[in-house]
């Protein structure tokens, strides 16, 4: 079945280091991929997404690349910041928008 | 305040007894999703609507749980005899589902149930 991984947390960083969250998946076809994020206290919110192949999703400062050949959707910050302190969760569409989580990753960015 | 919305945001019950959470979405979504996400996992798809018809349940989906959302709008999960495996953070999420779109699911602030 289609499934995701996502590297171990947690992770811990100085404010302005690069960030690289690791997310790998199994899936049949081409399913759209997505990073959403959960700040203390507060629901899932999409952060990005790409629908195909070699698409780059972005925001706020993050991007992650579509890679089919390596079937990954990592995500990275040039420079991170205190408020980017939150749990970020990998996943895909399985179809009808049905989603498929990772296990989460907690980021913690001390000043 | 437009987003989706769940009640209660908290419940503690004991096990055998019955239980049911609301789920109210963003008014003009067509689609609803139940997902369970227990203490440090993502979460897992249970079920989702579409108006008023249920599409699909997972197998996670017990014969204990129940799930209805009359007239398209709101939704609510039940669980009968509950049990302490069932201890979790049950979410909802909704969208506009457009013909061949993909559009972002909106998710509420979940209810954490605990079973004793």
């Known amino acids: 079945g289609n499934s995701v991984t996502q590297m171990e947390g947690p992770v811990t960083l100085s404010e302005e280091a690069f960030l690289t969250i690791n997310c790998t998946y199994t899936a049949t076809g081409y399913p759209s991929l997505f990073w959403y994020v959960q700040y203390p206290g507060e629901g899932l919110q999409l952060l990005l997404k790409a629908t195909k192949a070699d698409d780059k999703g972005s925001n706020k400062g993050f991007e992650a690349t579509y890679r089919k050949e390596t079937t990954s959707f990592h995500l990275e910050k040039g420079s991170v910041q205190v408020s980017d302190s939150a749990v970020y969760f990998c996943a895909l569409d399985q179809g009808a928008q049905k989603l498929v989580f990772g296990q989460g990753t907690r980021l913690t960015i001390n000043p | 305040d437009t987003g989706v919305s769940q009640d209660p945001r908290h419940k503690i019950t004991k096990r055998g007894q019955n239980v049911t959470f609301r789920c109210d979405p963003i008014?003009?979504?067509?689609?609803l999703y139940w997902y369970r996400q227990t203490l440090g996992q993502g979460p897992e798809f249970l079920t989702y609507f579409q108006n008023e018809a249920q599409l699909e349940k997972s197998r996670l989906l017990s014969d204990r749980f129940s799930a209805e959302r009359p007239k398209g709008s709101f939704s609510t999960l039940e669980i009968q005899r509950t049990e302490q495996g069932d201890s979790a953070m049950y979410l909802c999420?909704?969208?506009?589902?457009?013909?061949?779109?993909?559009?972002?699911?909106?998710f509420g602030p979940g209810t954490r149930l605990t079973v004793l």
């Open positions: 008014s003009e979504h067509n689609r």
């Open positions: 999420a909704s969208s506009l589902a457009l013909m061949g779109g993909r559009d972002e699911q909106f």
